[in-house]
């Protein structure tokens, strides 16, 4: 089936080959860690991302971006994912850091670092897709969804606080299907990457079976389409001076 709202989905299919679309063949690194971890480590050996499943406790599987001040260094900032978190969310944000990671590569800039992303282009796609907003006087604004199975917490007031800067979830608050928190200083675009993504009107492909059970009555529902014939006829010939 194809379903919406993608928050209320679940998992699908994580493989790495989809969630990291990295050039492993011009210097970024596979590493296979201890206990079934895998890294992937840009050339830079300062932004690397990790799977980390841990068999012995259900559910505790974890996908981590971080960012280190040195190679190897101590942490500048980190982006840590449920591994039950949609996987399109999950590509769609690796999608983005590598976008990020090359853009300081071939540039002056250092977007990884010192992103000068605005906050409001994290949540105001939120509002405009009939998100709720409320803000409390511990310096945090939370959005959520119109079924409240869901939402977007962002902690501007961040001076003497401790824990994420943004904050998302899906399913009840107090016992959510998965969670996703940025840490101080991860860039503000790779939060906004994921919100886009959130609230997309694509639709995900999923199984019944994958479907947590108490938020299938809020989800929209089509058909997948069915899958296309052959076709016997020759590819259309691609413009003259236009590359595949």
């Known amino acids: ?17 989809t969630i990291w679309a990295f050039p492993f063949d011009d210097g970024w690194h596979l590493h296979q860690g201890l206990e079934g971890m ?28 971080g960012m280190d001040r040195a190679p190897f260094g101590p ?23 590598l ?19 605005a906050p409001h282009e994290v949540y105001t796609p939120l509002l405009t897709h009939g998100w709720s907003h409320s803000v409390k006087t511990d310096g945090t604004q939370t959005f959520l969804p119109p079924e409240g199975l869901g939402g977007v917490r962002h902690r501007y007031a961040t001076t003497g606080a401790d824990g994420p800067v943004w904050r998302a979830w899906g399913g009840y608050p107090s016992a959510p299907h998965w969670q996703a928190q940025f840490s101080v200083g991860a860039p503000t675009t790779l939060a906004a ?20 059970f108490h938020t299938r009555r809020h989800l929209y ?24």
């Open 1 to 17: 089936m194809r379903v919406l709202p993608r928050h209320l989905a679940g998992p699908g299919q994580a493989d790495l080959e």
């Open 38 to 65: 895998v890294f992937a480590i840009s050339p830079c050996a300062r932004l690397w991302t990790r799977s980390a499943p841990k068999p012995e406790e259900r559910g505790a599987d974890t996908w981590t971006i």
């Open 75 to 97: 942490r500048a900032w980190e982006i840590t994912f449920d591994a039950t978190t949609p996987a399109e969310l999950l590509r769609d944000v690796h999608t983005e850091l």
């Open 99 to 117: 976008d990020l990671y090359l853009e300081d590569r071939h540039s002056d800039k250092n977007h990884l670092v010192e992103d000068p992303t």
């Open 193 to 212: 990457a994921f919100t886009a993504s959130l609230i997309s009107t694509e639709p995900l492909h999923r199984a019944v079976k994958q479907i947590p």
């Open 221 to 244: 529902v089509a058909p997948a389409a069915a899958p296309q014939p052959p076709s016997h006829l020759p590819p259309a010939p691609h413009p003259a001076g236009r590359a595949r």
